[in-house]
């Protein structure tokens, strides 16, 4: 008997006695069921497909994970297990009004499709021990996640230090060559790119071209540029 499906049973009876002619009386058996701790129940097999390279905190997915209890306040918790894939990527928490598990990306490690495409999140969800006017002791369920990412455009990556020191002369004449170290960069996924200098500006923290200053193209076999 399933005290969320009906709470109570109403069932009658017939007593008949082997007299002639037979005799019967009627009556009414109530049965009312004891609410008790059910455990969290996970969607079999969750897989979610996403892009890589995701925003700490943003949602990435959902999958359902349903506790029966959570209308009587059972609150779930999901933990990852240390240690294994995921851990570092993403969290999981528990939405008691959707009773859904909902991903989010963490800033921990990227969801990094060149690293590892696939992660399989092993994961466990535990209940506080039932309805709160009836608690026992906590139930947990274990499980799989499946994250299978997918490829995306890397932005590319400097091999030299991010602040680098470059001479040049007052008044120096176009095409000049500054005096310093190769920029040097690279892209993942061997893409071309292009240098392009650039000022800060305090007031309004963004970043705008510096027009006096040519962009330098290089393509994927050639990463350095500038220097001298």
């Known amino acids: 008997m399933d005290y969320e499906t009906a709470r109570n049973r109403v069932l009658g009876y017939v007593a008949t006695d082997v007299g002639a002619p037979p005799l019967s009386c009627q009556g009414q058996l109530r ?8 455990p969290p129940v ?3 097999n969750p897989t979610l ?29 999901i933990t990852i297990t240390p240690g294994t894939e995921g851990f570092d990527e993403v969290s999981i928490v528990h939405d008691p009004q959707s ?20 992660l399989r999140v092993q994961f466990r969800a535990s209940d506080a021990g039932g309805p709160i006017q009836a608690r026992t002791a906590p139930l947990s369920v274990t499980g799989t996640l499946l994250i299978q990412l997918i490829d995306g455009n890397d932005p590319p990556v400097f091999l030299t230090p991010n602040t680098t020191r470059f001479i040049v ?14 920029l040097r960069a690279q892209d993942p996924e ?7 200098v650039v000022q800060f500006d305090p007031a309004t923290q963004q970043y705008f071209v510096e027009d006096e200053v040519a962009q330098t193209c290089v393509d994927a076999d050639d ?5 001298a």
């Not at 009773?99 to 696939?118: I, S, W």
């Not at 002369?169 to 190769?182: D, F, I, K, V, W």
């Not at 061997?190 to 392009?196: H, L, V, W």
């Not at 990463?223 to 220097?227: N, Y």
């Open 99 to 118: 009773q859904q598990a909902v991903v989010r990306a963490r800033g921990v490690a990227n969801l990094d499709y060149e690293r590892n495409p696939t």
């Open 31 to 38: 049965i009312d069921v004891l609410n008790a701790n059910d």
């Open 190 to 196: 061997g893409n071309d790119f292009e240098f392009q």
């Open 223 to 227: 990463v350095a540029a500038g220097g």
């Open 42 to 44: 996970v969607a079999m």
């Open 49 to 77: 497909n996403v892009l890589e390279n995701q925003e700490s905190g943003r949602e990435i997915g959902r999958f359902s994970l349903v506790d029966q209890d959570v209308a009587e306040g059972d609150v779930v918790t």
């Open 169 to 182: 002369g007052e008044n120096a004449a176009p095409g000049t060559p500054l005096q310093g170290p190769y």
